[in-house]
């Protein structure tokens, strides 16, 4: 190894030291100490925009934006990066595509036999134990170590998830430095104002000043994204550790630190309910970028919904937690959502495609 390769092994490695050090003592610190400052948002308290048309940068020139997943090495994660990937080629290319490069952030913290079908960044896990059985909060330690480390040709970052399928191209929702992000009903905060005023002062604004969302489907500028990060990480840390805010948010916990650390740093968002779809209580794709499976799919044969009861037919993500869907799962019983067919004839031609699919 030369003097050169040796220097840059060294401080690579004393950065990754100095970020977990970093990490430790925000976890262990009080939060006033941790965040830092937002930046002027006096021209962004006004309700926020809750559907946009969809308009093209000037002069045509287009805004790419990188999608960005983070995942674990599971396999539940990875069957569905698979097929989110395969999607995501498909579009690419595609009319009015702003599509530009593709990560999986795999905070695993090694290799796995799908990197050379997906371009992957290795993250590094939370310290043990850190996470305190919320697996998620890995998820922005690692978007912070990806920005810090990675080089990212586009200006705009798309944050996704696993369990997204793309419909069709996508364009730069994002528009005169507003973020743009799905708004999702059970992200409340005027609900919980009494909780969330831990993290965002009175002083720092209205707490409508929060918008709706996590931190998926949210496409933001790169350089807001850097700043919003480590503050997210933080605040998820902080928020996990509180009782009370913990006991309040549950499984949407790191949703709302990233929606607050947004607004700590000034960066509005243009709530965009086109963004994506929910099967199967959204039932037509309309003019929709993405389909969101987190929800089970369950229905009798005259395609009744039975939610809450195993249907006779039914899709759910969750019957593959060990184990990847086999090709050509059967097809809804007629009657079913076009949402809801959709899904199912996109997961199949998907994993009718990619190589190995199972292995």
């Given at each position: 190894m030369?003097?050169?390769?040796?220097?840059?092994?060294?401080?690579?490695?004393f950065?990754?030291?100095?970020i977990?050090?970093?990490?430790?003592i925000?976890?262990?610190a009080?939060?006033?100490?941790?965040?830092?400052?937002?930046?002027s948002?006096s021209?962004?308290?006004v309700?926020p925009?809750?559907?946009?048309?969809f308009?093209?940068?000037s002069?045509?020139k287009?805004?790419?934006?990188h999608t960005a997943?983070?995942?674990?090495?599971s396999?539940y994660?990875?069957?569905?990066c698979?097929?989110?990937?395969?999607w995501?080629?498909?579009h690419?290319?595609g009319?009015?595509?702003e599509?530009?490069?593709f990560?999986?952030i795999l905070h695993s913290?090694?290799?796995?036999?799908f990197m050379?079908?997906?371009?992957?960044f290795?993250?590094?896990?939370?310290p043990?134990?850190?996470?305190q059985?919320y697996?998620?909060?890995n998820?922005p330690w690692?978007?912070?170590q990806?920005?810090?480390?990675?080089?990212?040709?586009?200006?705009y970052i798309?944050?996704?998830?696993?369990?997204?399928?793309?419909?069709?191209p996508?364009?730069?929702?994002?528009k005169?430095?507003l973020?743009?992000?799905?708004?999702?009903f059970?992200?409340?905060?005027?609900k919980?104002e009494?909780?969330?005023r831990k993290?965002?002062?009175?002083?720092?604004?209205?707490?409508?000043?929060i918008?709706?969302i996590?931190?998926?489907?949210?496409?933001?500028?790169?350089?807001?994204l850097?700043?919003?990060?480590?503050t997210?990480?933080?605040?998820?840390?902080?928020?996990?550790?509180?009782?009370?805010?913990?006991?309040?948010?549950?499984?949407?916990?790191?949703?709302?630190a990233?929606?607050?650390s947004?607004?700590?740093?000034?960066?509005?968002?243009i709530l965009?309910k086109?963004f994506?779809?929910?099967p199967p209580?959204?039932?037509?794709?309309?003019?929709k970028?993405?389909?969101?499976?987190?929800y089970g799919?369950?229905?009798?044969?005259?395609?009744?919904?039975?939610?809450?009861k195993?249907?006779?037919?039914?899709f759910?993500?969750?019957s593959?937690?060990n184990?990847?869907?086999?090709?050509?799962?059967?097809?809804?019983?007629?009657g079913v959502p076009?949402?809801?067919?959709?899904?199912v004839?996109m997961?199949?031609?998907?994993t009718?495609?990619?190589?190995?699919?199972?292995?």
């Amino acid at each position: 190894m030369g003097c050169g390769d040796l220097f840059f092994s060294l401080l690579i490695t004393f950065s990754a030291a100095l970020i977990t050090y970093n990490i430790l003592i925000s976890a262990n610190a009080p939060l006033k100490q941790e965040l830092p400052g937002p930046s002027s948002r006096s021209s962004l308290l006004v309700d926020p925009i809750i559907k946009m048309p969809f308009e093209r940068s000037s002069f045509g020139k287009k805004r790419l934006f990188h999608t960005a997943v983070t995942a674990s090495d599971s396999v539940y994660n990875t069957w569905q990066c698979r097929v989110m990937y395969y999607w995501y080629k498909k579009h690419k290319d595609g009319p009015n595509s702003e599509m530009g490069g593709f990560t999986r952030i795999l905070h695993s913290g090694k290799p796995d036999k799908f990197m050379e079908e997906i371009p992957t960044f290795i993250a590094q896990p939370l310290p043990s134990g850190m996470d305190q059985g919320y697996i998620v909060l890995n998820r922005p330690w690692a978007f912070v170590q990806w920005l810090q480390k990675a080089d990212i040709k586009e200006d705009y970052i798309l944050m996704a998830e696993p369990d997204h399928i793309i419909v069709k191209p996508i364009p730069n929702l994002s528009k005169d430095g507003l973020g743009a992000a799905f708004p999702f009903f059970y992200i409340e905060p005027k609900k919980y104002e009494s909780v969330l005023r831990k993290y965002f002062p009175e002083d720092k604004g209205l707490i409508t000043t929060i918008d709706p969302i996590g931190n998926s489907p949210v496409i933001v500028g790169k350089e807001s994204l850097k700043k919003i990060a480590p503050t997210w990480m933080n605040i998820s840390l902080a928020m996990k550790k509180d009782p009370e805010t913990d006991k309040a948010f549950g499984w949407v916990l790191e949703m709302y630190a990233y929606a607050v650390s947004s607004a700590l740093h000034g960066v509005g968002n243009i709530l965009y309910k086109d963004f994506m779809i929910q099967p199967p209580w959204d039932t037509e794709i309309g003019k929709k970028f993405i389909i969101h499976y987190t929800y089970g799919c369950d229905y009798d044969m005259k395609g009744k919904l039975t939610y809450g009861k195993i249907g006779e037919w039914r899709f759910d993500k969750r019957s593959y937690d060990n184990v990847a869907p086999p090709r050509n799962l059967p097809l809804p019983p007629p009657g079913v959502p076009d949402s809801v067919v959709t899904l199912v004839k996109m997961v199949n031609e998907a994993t009718s495609n990619i190589p190995n699919w199972g292995s």
